[in-house]
């Protein structure tokens, strides 16, 4: 009975942080609507922001619970799950997508590979603060180079002009905030079943956000591309995916400041990384070449993604 329980009440909290996290990429897109080429960076840093914030409460309450290797592995898993589950099921059933970015081939690179610095500190099984500050200053890094062509302050005043003064957008802000308060709540729970749940299967916890909180987390991103497949959009705003999994690198940073030193599974880093860079390397070389990914391209990524599980779950 204590297991059903907690089983409901693990279900329970993904399925409101499935709820809200859609309420809020309605007012994210709203909200991004509004931007044009000329505030792409703004918008990269803030749809990266807004679509992370379950990981960024899984995050917090990780450090809280003093179990940062639930998040670890969220974060690493999340990224995972963009760009080898999200964005082919959209080429699969979208019949092939047009990704629409601003990325110049040399952005791009840059992009996917502060996605993977993460899993490459992380393979030795140790993280520390220094890792977590190179983690923070890469990010830093890429967005200084996406927002090159256009002065900040140029990008900050852009950003009032086109979302505070629009009174319609307060709405779309209270929901934001709203939505954000209540999944950090079911966060919290989130995080307490995890624990239990590891306990109980010994399993390590950083399994837990690799394989099952890295899916329910990503649920902005699975709204942008189940409307995309229901609405025959051929083509997403790449950035922002792109905008997401790097603003994860930053909170990984984070989280080892605040939380201090701490060690994760070591073959179960070492899996992560091979799976990731493969994945990411094929998928740049595939994004790259038309600017699109086939029907058939996304069958490549997902079948990585389906290895990558099946891997994971022999090794425990």
């Known amino acids: 009975m204590n297991i059903l329980l907690n089983i409901i009440i693990f279900l329970f909290s993904l399925s409101v942080i499935w709820f809200l996290a859609g309420i809020l990429i309605e007012a994210t897109d709203n909200i991004a609507k509004r931007f044009n080429r000329t505030g792409f960076a703004i918008a990269f840093l803030l749809l ?3 679509t992370s914030i379950s990981e960024l409460s899984v995050a917090i309450n990780a450090i809280m619970e003093k179990v940062p290797q639930i998040s670890a592995g969220n974060l690493m898993g999340a990224s995972i799950v963009i760009f080898l589950f999200i964005i082919p099921i959209l080429a699969i059933f979208g ?3 047009q990704l629409k970015h601003l990325f110049s081939r040399r952005d791009f690179a840059l992009s996917l590979f502060v996605v993977t610095v993460p899993a490459l500190l992380a393979l030795d099984g140790e993280l520390n603060r220094y890792e977590g500050i190179l983690m923070i200053a890469l990010y830093v890094i890429l967005l200084y180079f996406i927002q090159r062509k256009k002065d900040v302050k140029d990008n900050i ?6 979302i505070f003064p629009v009174k319609k957008h307060y709405l779309d802000l209270g929901k934001i905030v709203g939505g954000a308060v209540i999944i950090f709540f079911m966060s919290r729970l989130l995080i307490d079943e995890a624990i239990y ?3 109980l299967l010994k399993i390590p916890l950083s399994l837990i956000g690799l ?3 890295s899916i329910g987390t990503n649920v902005p991103e699975l709204v942008i591309a189940v409307r995309a497949i229901v609405k025959k959009h051929k083509e997403i705003a790449f950035g922002d995916y792109l905008g997401s999994a790097t603003f994860n690198t930053l909170i990984f940073g984070l989280l080892i400041i605040i939380n201090g030193p701490f060690k994760i599974e070591k073959i179960e880093i070492v899996l992560t990384f091979i799976f990731l860079y493969l994945g990411l390397t ?3 070389i595939f994004s790259r ?3 699109d990914i ?4 996304g069958m490549v990524l997902a079948l990585i993604y389906f290895l990558f599980i099946i891997t994971q779950i022999f090794n425990v």
């Open 48 to 50: 990266g922001i807004l």
């Open 95 to 97: 019949n092939g997508i």
């Open 157 to 162: 005043e852009e950003l009032k002009e086109k």
């Open 197 to 199: 749940f590891a306990d």
């Open 211 to 213: 394989l099952i909180l």
């Open 282 to 284: 094929i998928f740049y």
């Open 289 to 291: 070449s038309k600017n």
């Open 294 to 297: 086939s029907k058939y391209e």
